[in-house]
């Protein structure tokens, strides 16, 4: 029996309205911030299965048959969340969607469970189903590519030119294809984002993120005047991930969040930042926001031993870094590693005497001891490979799943998850482990169909098995920090860094490019947990030298590098960045970014990124890579003080609403702060 809905949700200044009228299904009929609307009312939950889809043709995950018929039946509200539960009286399907406000905007899942007496398929469910208030002339679009060397490279189009006006109205016919970006594979910002922003100058500007370390997908299409928002995934078009739910079974879509503002495009950027932090549950040890060195970036490249690491041990400690960490080669005698991953046991002759001698000169150092693994990866050459049941690995058609002379491990499988146990517990036990780096390096394809799951469901049941498996780690063991590299933030998504500390933001070896990502990094990555590779080399002008220190200090600082080759001056800028940075990183946790100048371009040769406090104080990290100078027009910021390097002063000035950089030619970079806003 359906009941009508209005249901009332407010978190100080945001408030939501869901409604149906008894004989219609859920809407999320309003959003509002301090009473300006986010959202023209629409249907919250669309249904895609393998026997009905849309009710009038299109490409999009919007006007669906089963989603059209939904009922709601139960309604719980418990102060800013609610559950309301609907019915598909025709399949037996219930879709049950929590929805929580907080202080950025609105996070929502679904589950559906098969109350029929029939087998269902489901091919997508998305998890924001949302048209926004505004149309599409008044709209931009930012939205970002992030491959391998390349993160965050964002770019704002017009909405008109994305989603022209094709007459669609006047043949009574929705929008079929729209505008959009899917993840392919097991790395989830590998290529494209799950998370943009739809901003205007004009009305309240909307932005979303999806919670997926799996398959997901976004899109955009006109619809009742404003644009239709799907958001979630995985999917079975883009993902291989359909789901038959048998009488009695239930599945829980990804969870994605739905922040507005009225402050335009660095505005929802802001509030997707509030919005991140309400995720975590942040654990004692990582409060600090400690430096770390790592010794590969441009420096060992996965070739340590006792005579390399000693000098870069006591340069680190020297320079100010609190943890240091051995990276990847440190459990094997070869040099060609690649397909021996997997046991993460301690190389018997690669370091002179023993890795545990490396270990003590950490901690006499003043340091903490960290190392790299990589735990979804078994090489073909490593004894883990023919010791773990076949079912713990990927598979697809009876067969494993092998990229690169590896396999991958599949954490649903309880023989996998004790493997991992072990040699994490021999490694605090051993040698007193305190940081842990997870790498990810193979991309294992659509998934595994193990256990007759389509291949995308069945990537996405091991991530969520991962991030249990991370959860309980930290748990067994509190001490340990853990980033999550993923082969430089190939999946940087907040399903995992919800409960992971660190984030390595590239691979980049370039610091000239480094610098756009680092610019970039906080519109996917909260700034306290953006690890941005800060690599120093005797071989750098001083103007190089500060270009990867501002980087550092862009966000949380990551030090790697030849430190104890550097000249005494050059050593000294270090020790000073490192400074900076531990004055800095108290701010990290509650700054919010945005960019003066516009989002960087890759090629841009200015790039300016600010971290803003709620006291209206700033810091601005600004770096050339140009070969002239500019004066930087910095808007509404009063007087502005070079915080980085000391004895290098760029010249700058004040006026009544801006502030003046003089930037000089690259490559050149200083970091600054504004007291507040120009009076």
Same mark, same amino acid.
């Given at each position: ?16 309205v869901?409604? /149906?009228? $008894? ?8 959003l ?19 026997? %009905? ?15 059209? *018929?939904?009922?709601?039946?139960? #309604? ?7 559950v ?5 009286q ?20 679904? &589950? ?8 269902? #398929? ?18 931009? =679009?930012?939205?970002?590519?992030s %491959?391998?060397?390349?993160?965050? *490279?964002?770019r ?69 005047g $404003? ?20 009488? @009695?079974?239930?599945? %829980? ?15 929802a ?8 932090? @309400? ?6 040890i ?18 340590p ?6 000098? =870069?041990?006591?340069?680190? @400690?020297?320079?100010?870094? %609190? ?10 005698e ?7 991953? +997997? &046991? ?14 490396v ?18 990866? !078994? ?23 092998v ?25 605090v036990?051993?040698?007193?482990i ?29 991530? *969520? ?23 430089g ?27 756009a ?5 906080p519109?996917?990555? =909260?700034? &306290? ?20 220190? #501002?980087?550092?200090?862009a ?9 104890? &080759?550097l ?6 800028? !270090? ?5 900076? /940075? ?8 509650? /700054?919010?970014p ?5 989002m ?5 040769d200015?790039l ?7 006291? +209206? ?27 980085f ?8 000035s ?8 003089? !930037? ?16």
């Open positions: 029996m359906s009941i009508p809905v209005d249901v009332v949700l407010s978190c100080g200044a945001l408030r939501a869901l409604g /149906a009228s $008894g004989d219609t299904p859920l809407e999320l009929r309003s509002t911030l301090d009473g300006a609307e986010a959202v023209r009312p629409h249907p919250l939950v669309e249904v895609l299965t393998a026997s %009905e889809r849309h009710e009038r043709m299109t490409l999009g995950y919007r006007g669906t048959t089963v989603g059209a *018929r939904l009922r709601p039946t139960v #309604v719980e509200k418990s102060g800013a969340a609610a309301v539960t609907q019915t598909d025709v399949t037996g399907l219930s879709v049950r969607t929590r929805l929580a406000l907080d202080g950025g905007g609105l996070r929502l899942s679904h &589950e559906l469970r098969n109350d029929g007496a029939e087998d269902v #398929v489901v091919f997508a469910v998305p998890t924001l189903s949302v048209s926004t208030a505004a149309e599409p002339a008044q709209l931009t =679009l930012a939205s970002g590519r %491959e391998w060397l390349g993160e965050g *490279r964002w704002e189009d017009a909405v008109a030119d994305l989603l022209p006006e094709l007459g669609f109205a006047a043949v009574a016919q929705p929008d079929r294809t729209g505008f959009g970006q899917s993840s392919a594979g097991g790395w989830p910002t590998g290529s494209v984002l799950p998370v943009a922003v739809l901003s205007t100058a004009d009305a309240v500007s909307i932005g979303w993120q999806i919670e997926s370390s799996a398959g997901w997908q976004w899109s955009l299409s006109r619809g009742d $404003g644009v239709v928002l799907s958001a979630g995934g995985p999917t079975e078009r883009e993902h291989q991930a359909a789901v038959r739910l048998r009488p @009695g079974d239930t599945f %829980e879509t990804v969870a994605a969040g739905l922040v507005v503002s009225d402050s335009g495009r660095d505005g950027f802001a509030a997707l930042t509030r919005h991140r932090r @309400g995720l975590r549950e942040v654990r004692e990582e409060r600090s926001l400690p430096i770390v060195y790592n010794d590969y970036m441009n420096t060992l490249m996965g070739q031993n006792t005579e390399r690491l000693l000098p =870069l041990i006591a340069a680190a @400690g020297e320079a100010g870094a %609190e943890y240091f960490c051995i990276d990847a080669g440190w459990f094997t070869s040099t060609d590693y690649w397909s021996e991953v +997997g &046991e993460w046991r301690e190389a018997p002759t690669r370091f002179d005497g023993g890795l545990g001698r270990i003590a000169a950490i901690r006499d150092a003043g340091m903490r001891p960290g190392l790299w693994i990589e735990p979804e990866s !078994v090489g073909l050459d490593s004894p883990v490979a023919g010791a773990l049941p076949a079912d713990a690995f990927f598979q697809r058609y009876g067969a494993a799943v990229e690169q002379r590896r396999r991958h491990l599949d954490l649903r499988h309880p023989a996998a998850v004790a493997h991992l146990d072990a040699a994490v517990d021999h490694l036990a051993a040698f007193g305190e940081y842990l780096k997870l790498d990810y390096n193979i991309e294992p394809g659509s998934g595994t169909d193990v256990g007759g799951l389509a291949p995308g469901h069945g990537l996405l049941a091991h991530t *969520r098995a991962l991030r249990d498996w991370l959860v309980a780690l930290q748990r067994r063991h509190p001490q340990l920090l853990i980033e999550n590299c993923a082969s933030a190939m999946r940087s998504d907040y399903h995992l860094l919800a409960v992971t500390h660190l984030q390595s933001t590239s691979d980049q070896q370039d610091a000239l490019r480094y610098a990502i680092a610019a970039s990094a519109a996917t990555i =909260l700034p &306290e947990q953006a690890g941005n590779w800060a690599y120093p080399a005797a071989a750098m002008s001083q103007g190089e030298l500060d270009v990867t220190l #501002v980087s550092g200090l966000g949380r600082f990551y030090l790697s590098g030849f430190l104890n &080759e000249s005494a001056d050059a050593f000294a800028r !270090v020790q000073e960045a490192v400074a900076t /940075a531990k004055t800095l990183r108290g701010n990290l946790v509650t /700054a919010t945005f960019w003066p100048i516009g960087p371009g890759w090629d841009d200015i300016c990124l600010g971290l803003r406090q709620e006291d +209206g104080s700033a810091v601005f990290c600004v770096w050339s890579r140009g070969t002239e100078g500019v004066d930087l027009v910095l808007p509404d910021v009063g007087a502005i003080t070079q915080i390097p000391s004895g290098a002063a760029w010249r700058t004040a006026a009544d609403d801006h502030a003046v950089v003089t !930037v000089p030619a690259g490559p050149a970079a200083a970091v600054f702060r504004s007291e507040g806003a120009a009076s």
